[in-house]
């Protein structure tokens, strides 16, 4: 019998992190970390982080009444991320809640954050999922660009489309914001605090006006743009329209967003969600083999496939270390 | 990323340069559903005039692409000029394209939704014409025990189909059929029922479940 891919990595091989926003609330994020994470911890070494600081509920999702040790536990008490990630009963799976009842961690002093999205990037599991806050402010969209994989959760409906292009947009400002300082062309960034104010148009636009001042440096953050590549997740889906829909706006992205998505796949609304959130059940284990449970766990395997397949650079292994990584993996725990 | 003008057909479409007609017209009918009018999904991205001046591009794309000849002509124009020239079409005029731009939007979808739903043998009775599309239909894409999903998940297992055969002892050419869901090449009854356990076993997926979904599916 073949044994699974993929157990306890070890320590010097860098897992998978993947980001799970979307600009609107109520599109299904937190639905969709918290049962991507238990599918994949049958298999493999996951944690959950909830990065929704101002209003977290990745625990309720996951069916967690009692909480010891919290992220405000990380930022304001200098305890490690790994110590407060907690081990969910004898699964693989490891949370990191957000804290409820601690004011201001929506608005988190820059060094706290700084600190936590390096602690983040170190995390040793196999797979690192990160549950964000709704909007394209910085605090969501910062926890966004750091993964290997952004994955955007739309519902069928036109606010939530609308958000999902403003935080691709936002996504690809501070993107762009980051090289400039990484590369020290910083005269480029008065250009990008002009369009700010500006009525956004495009960020073809704002390339193009790159490129006329400095075309090698435009080149450079064409470059790293290419790096940044949104997937995308319709859920809530109730017609077959719907299911077209994560093409479609994959499609425009792609031609007028300037940046490369994909599309992952569609879930279907199920009334029985709702209901294991009330009685704290997490849903896939609840009802491993619905069509939502079913979508669900496709998704999953499409991520492992994509991040396997082209990491990002900043995460990039030799491949020496590939095939001694991939080796690890393949043994049986 | 290019922009929508800088992009020649095949780009326009989404499609290899060495795509079959089937594969650009189904290329095209999502096209076509992307850029329709008063539709939630653009109405935030693009002003009317830039909707209808991409759907121009698309139908300019498919009258080339969708022409055997033209085709030809354009395929060695792109062999030739830098990207930008070969934006440009290849004739000025863009004629009608075969399919109705008129085309009521969910006469397109149901049409679409052919392409896109994973064919599979042997399934129920096609939704009657001007019926809504049944929740099973939106099952279709998420059997359990379907050829595709089964596949997707060896493949992200980073497993061959050879060490696949290896370790189920069941020839390779079976279970290539059983992923293809080519059902008539395969052994029907109890054997396929046992192919589709060890498969499933080597996965460490539940035997009893899949194997049951089949039978009601294919029942």
Known sequence: MLSPVGSVINPEQKGYLWAVGGGKGGTGKTFVSANLGL????????????????????????????????????????????????????????????????????????????????????????????????????????????????????????????????????????LLENSIRKHKIQHLLERIGAYRQEVPRSIHGL??????????????LAGELEQFRPCLVVNKVRKDDDVVLGRCVADLVNKFLAVRAEFLGAIPFDEQIDACLRCFTPYVTSHPYSQAACAVKLIAERLMTISRDGRRSSLMVEPADEEAGRTELLRSS | MKKLEELNYYEVLNVEPSAAREQIEKAYLLALATFRPDWFATYSLLNEEEREKSLRRV???????????RRKTYDSLLGQAPPGEAAAPASGVAESSVLPASDSAGG?????????????????????????????????????????????????????????????????????AL?????????????????????????????????????????
């Open chain 1, 39 to 174: 599918h994949l911890s049958a298999y493999l070494d996951v944690t959950v982080i909830d990065a929704d600081l101002g209003s977290p509920n990745l625990h309720t999702f996951l069916g967690v009444k009692n909480r010891n040790l919290t992220l405000a536990d990380f930022l304001y008490r200098r305890l490690q991320l790994e110590q407060v990630a907690a081990r969910m009963g004898h699964s693989k799976l490891r949370l990191v809640s957000g804290s409820s009842d601690t004011l201001g961690l929506g608005n988190l002093e820059h060094f706290r954050k700084q600190r936590l999205l390096r602690q983040i990037q170190e995390m040793r599991s196999a797979v690192t999922l990160l549950d964000i806050g709704a909007g394209t402010h910085f605090n969501c969209v910062d926890f966004f660009i750091i993964a290997d994989v952004g994955i955007l959760v739309i519902n069928p409906e036109p606010a939530s489309v609308e958000n999902a292009y403003q935080f691709i947009r936002a996504a690809t400002l501070r």
């Open chain 1, 207 to 220: 390339l193009e006006l790159f490129a006329k001042e400095d075309p090698g440096s435009a080149d450079l």
């Open chain 2, 59 to 69: 139908e300019q794309a498919f009258a080339v692409l969708s022409d055997p000849a």
């Open chain 2, 108 to 176: 397109l979808l149901k049409r679409l939704g052919g392409y896109l739903r994973p064919k599979v043998r042997q399934q129920a009775e096609p939704v009657a014409k001007g019926q809504e599309p049944s929740h099973s239909n939106l099952s279709d894409g998420y059997m359990l025990s379907g050829g595709q999903y089964l596949r997707t998940i060896r493949l992200s297992r980073g497993l061959s189909l050879e060490a696949m055969a290896d370790s189920t002892r069941i020839n390779i050419g079976y279970l290539r």
């Open chain 2, 179 to 219: 992923e293809e869901e080519q059902y008539d090449r395969l052994p029907s009854g109890s054997y396929l029922h046992y192919m589709l356990a060890a498969y499933a076993k080597s996965l460490k997926l539940d035997a009893d479940w899949i194997v049951k979904d089949f039978k009601e599916k294919h029942s």
